[in-house]
């Protein structure tokens, strides 16, 4: 089976422009997320999606596949989906499953590839798949930085949002606190009829692209994960994950690759990695 991941990175992030090339213990965030994805064994390749040049060059510095998209892309699913069509058209093999990792998950680790992937090679009726965690704090359920999931007794997701779901208000003292986390693995063909459908209210209300399939009246599965990890929305994001990731293990194996590390040419010149976290070593 083609199992291809892919992973759309722009530098005009709304809330934290330039975070694909940020440095997390001197290697860009998207290095990290392509290194680490890639070291799951069962996908066949592992491409970086992007519209820019500096995020191109260091890929090439850094020894990743990297694929030229559109720049007038909103959504990383039509990202994603340009990116792949290009990348069959290149290599004459068709994708069988197409998983979409976003760029700010540097702490991703690659049995959480194979969890995501999982229910799609035990039932083909299963379309799209995306992975859910248990928040342990008020203040993550609470932020609306992350994206929180209520799911039925099957695992399929029921409402996405960036309120806390389900509501505390009524004096539970305890509730499911999930989280949305960005590994969405899609059929091929089901990405690509994904991003034909029209958008819908309650995915432009929440800002979450997976409410289209609900709304549409489709299904999403969730799979638990118990691997714990934080994506970067703004620098104080960026920060606490530095502090969990220091001493993380699998930053050892792609050390030793030299080209992983952030001193390309050019790079001073554009002085787009001027923003540093506070603990990176």
């Known amino acids: 089976m083609n199992i291809l991941a892919i992973i759309p990175a722009r530098m005009g992030s709304s809330?934290?422009?330039?975070?694909?090339?940020?440095?997390?213990?001197?290697?860009?965030?998207?290095?990290?997320?392509?290194?680490?994805?890639?070291?799951?064994?069962?996908?066949t390749e592992t491409y970086v999606a992007t519209c820019d040049t500096i995020i191109e060059n260091y890929c090439a510095s850094a020894g990743l596949k990297c694929v030229m998209t559109s720049d007038t892309h909103v959504r990383c699913s039509t990202r994603t989906a340009e990116a792949l069509l290009t990348i069959e058209e290149k290599s004459g093999m068709r994708a069988d499953i197409v998983v979409m990792v976003q760029g700010d998950e540097p702490m991703i680790v690659p049995d959480m590839i194979r969890q995501a992937v999982q229910p799609m090679l035990d039932d083909p009726n299963i379309?799209?798949?995306?992975?859910?965690?248990?928040?342990?704090?008020?203040?993550?359920?609470?932020?609306?930085?992350?994206?929180?999931?209520?799911?039925?007794?099957?695992?399929?997701?029921?409402?996405?949002?960036?309120?806390?779901?389900?509501?505390?208000?009524?004096?539970?003292?305890?509730?499911?606190?999930?989280?949305q986390v960005c590994i969405i693995p899609f059929r091929r063909d089901y990405l690509l009829r994904f991003n034909e459908m029209d958008e819908t209210p309650l995915e432009i209300y929440e800002s979450v692209d997976m409410m289209r399939i609900l709304e549409h009246g489709e299904k999403v599965r969730m799979v638990p994960t118990s691997f714990k990890t934080w994506s970067v929305d703004t620098p104080e994001d960026l920060a606490r994950v530095s502090r969990l990731m220091q001493g993380d293990p699998l930053i050892e194996q792609y050390k030793k690759r030299g080209h992983a590390w952030a001193l390309w040419p050019g790079q001073r010149l554009q002085g787009v990695l001027s923003v540093r976290s506070k603990n990176s070593g």
């Open 127 to 179: 379309q799209v798949v995306n992975l859910m965690a248990e928040m342990e704090t008020l203040e993550e359920f609470e932020d609306p930085n992350e994206v929180k999931v209520v799911v039925d007794k099957n695992y399929d997701a029921l409402y996405f949002s960036r309120e806390p779901i389900p509501s505390r208000k009524k004096g539970a003292d305890k509730v499911p606190m999930r989280k």
């Open 15 to 43: 809330r934290f422009p330039g975070k694909p090339l940020a440095l997390i213990h001197d290697v860009p965030m998207v290095g990290h997320v392509a290194f680490r994805t890639a070291m799951c064994d069962i996908l």
